[in-house]
Every structure is written in C-alpha cells, then in structure tokens.
C-alpha cells in the first residue's frame, strides 16, 4: 500500500504548470520575452513605500480586512468611470488565488466549466482540482467565438460556469464591452461568468466590464497588479463582483492572505500614474515596432490588445527558438497551451529589446 492510494484521483491527471523559460547563457545579454512581465520594471513609488515600511519590522500581522487597500482600488476605478465599492471586492495572492476561491465556491463533481480551447494552463489546475468536468469551445481563427461558447451552454446540462480572458491569453485578442454585454444578456443569472481581465491595462482600462457587474449579478471580473503595475514578484489580484457573492467568497479566504508588503505596494502603485502612463507608452510604441517588422520579414500575427504578440514562426517554429535561446533570447512557445509547435507568444519589451529580438530574427533568416 502506498500513501499515494489515498490521494484524489482527479489531483493525478493534473499537469504541473510551467513558467517561461529564463536565460541559461553565460556571457551574453539576457532577454525574457516569455512571462509577459513588465519590462520597465516596478514603480519606484512602490519600492520606496516597502522599503520605508520595512525600517518597522514584520513582527506584527497584515490587516486581515485590507481596507486600505481595497478603499484605494475603489478610488482609481472611479477615477477611470468604473463605480465600485470596497465590498464588491475580493483580494488574493495573485489572481491566481482569486480564481481559486472563486472556483472552490463553485465547482465540484457535479460541476462543468465552459472555457476557450488551449486557454491559461492555471484555470484546467484549478477546476481540476475540485473534479470539475472542463467543456473546450472551439475558437474562430485563434480568437474567442461568443457564439459557440452560447451554443455549449445552452446544450449542456447541469451546473455550469464560464470563464474566459479579455484580453485573450495567449492570442492576445479583445472583445468590446458592447459584445460582452450582449452576450451576458442571453445568459442564464445562475449561471457564473468570469471574465479575466489580467490585461486589461493595455486595451484601455474603461473598457473593462467592472461596471457591468450591476447589471449582471453573475459577472465576475478578474484584476491584477503584475502587469501593467510591474508587481509579478510581490502577488496581488482582486476579484469584482456583486455584494452578495463577494460576502460568500469572503468566507474562505485565507486570513491574512496578503502580507503587509504586498498590501504597502499595491496602495502606492495605484497612486504613482506616471509610472502606468509609461508603461503603457513602451507597450504601445513597442506593438507598432514589432508588427511593421514582422511583416517585413512575411511573418505572420494576430493583432495584439495586451503587452503580447501571438505569432505564427511556422514549421521552422523550433529551429527559430533554439536560435534565439543561443542569443540569450526566450519567448514562449505555445505547445504548453497545446496549439502546434508553429505558435509562440511574445512579450512586448522594452525598444532595445524588441530592436535586438527583431536583429536576431533578421539574422536567422538571412
């Protein structure tokens, strides 16, 4: 007999998730293109909060409620039009545990979660982990298809939740509010849909859906601040939904669960907007560099809406990569989200990074 005997059998059919590759050569110029992280780095006004802070010592627990921190995600929505009170919010160690709680409160066994094929490795661990049956929907050329997500929900029978990303990961596609509001309308309240709004930033924040979840009690928003806020190291994510789910959601949160830092960084991020403004103008400016140059080089691509580009190498996909990892360059290539091994995802990065990827590339196939 072994220990494993006792282990759930939906926990062995789960993959391990596997982050983007980091540079392994020696002595040459390291450049990750892989995780989507922000290139510019972090806000300075949010390292000087936590190095402040740190001069007090950590010898005294986090604020378990986090009001300060959710009275200042409320603040910058409104600013930006988005009306949302601190009790429509739920805070967690990165989306991830967001996403997590919210699953945890609503799949089982009896569960089905509706999603876009060959979407983020990390919702099929989650809904896996609490036995979940998962329904793949077909996407049209890449990009999300609305309507067959309808069709599958509409055939399929039982308990049942929908989850997509808006901007798409990895197609790095965006779906227009009026769109998304026009499908929410044709489904069932009971039926929860969350929409991961982790890119948000880049496609222009008062396009988000947050202000939608007045309308529509089973919306669910996903946030986070290791985007476009340059805070992948220190994890914070937060979860937008209606009075009464959040209430609930709330129940199973980890006391505690973000620590005093993160919390300091989060509150000064959001207050330093010069920081946000450039990164958004290097991602932006960035985008237009790396279209115009891929075209140069006929190779092909999806219009990016994130800090990403979704790229077609074709069937010399793999020599491409080693070439570049030899460069002291990594991208993502998508075989982990199980499309072909022509596809990778390329982070926007900052213009000597994109010019040095692009002068690689340019080598490879002269």
């Not at 926990?11 to 995780?35: D, M, P, Q, R, T």
């Not at 066994?109 to 329904?135: A, N, Q, R």
């Not at 069932?188 to 982790?198: F, K, L, Q, W």
């Not at 991020?269 to 932006?284: G, H, I, N, P, W």
Request: proline letters at 2%.
């Amino acid at each position: 007999m072994s220990i494993l005997n006792s282990v759930r059998k939906e926990i062995f059919s789960i993959e391990y998730y596997k982050a983007g590759k980091v540079v392994k050569v020696a002595n040459k110029k390291k450049v990750k293109l892989s995780s989507n992280e922000n290139s510019l780095g972090t806000s300075t006004l949010a390292l000087k909060a936590i190095k402040s802070f740190l001069k007090k010592g950590l010898n005294i627990y986090p604020d378990s409620k986090m009001l300060d921190l959710k009275g200042s995600i409320s603040q910058f929505l409104f600013s930006n039009g988005l009306e949302v009170g601190s009790k429509n919010l739920i805070l967690g160690d990165g989306s991830g545990e967001v996403i997590n709680m919210i699953f945890t409160i609503f799949l089982d066994k009896e569960s089905i979660l509706i999603l876009p094929e060959k979407s983020f490795i990390l919702y099929y661990i989650h809904s896996k982990s609490k036995g979940s049956k998962i329904v793949e929907v077909e996407r049209k050329n890449f990009e999300i298809d609305l309507g067959k997500i309808l069709e599958k929900i509409n055939l399929i029978e039982g308990k049942k939740i929908v989850l997509f990303a808006n901007p798409d990961n990895p197609s790095s596609a965006f779906i227009e509010k009026d769109r998304l509001k026009s499908f929410l309308k044709k489904i069932d309240s009971n039926i929860p849909v969350i929409i991961d709004e982790a890119y948000i930033h880049f496609a222009g924040i008062k396009n988000s859906c947050i202000d939608l979840i007045k309308e529509f009690e089973n919306l669910i928003i996903i946030h986070t601040f290791s985007k476009a806020y340059g805070l992948a190291g220190l994890r914070v994510g937060y979860g937008v939904m209606s009075e009464k789910l959040a209430k609930e959601v709330e129940k199973i949160r980890l006391p505690f669960n973000l620590g005093t830092l993160q919390q300091i960084g989060a509150i000064a991020a959001l207050r330093d907007q010069r920081f946000l403004k450039e990164t958004l103008s290097y991602v932006e400016e960035g985008k237009k560099y790396l279209m115009k140059e891929l075209e140069k080089l006929s190779i092909r691509y999806l219009k990016p809406h994130a800090n990403f580009i979704f790229v077609d190498f074709g069937e010399r996909a793999k020599e491409i990569l080693a070439f570049l990892e030899k460069k002291g360059i990594t991208i993502r290539h998508l075989t982990d989200f199980g499309y072909s091994e022509n596809y990778v995802r390329i982070t926007i990065g900052l213009p000597w990074e994109n010019k040095f990827l692009i002068k690689n590339l340019k080598e490879f196939f002269a």
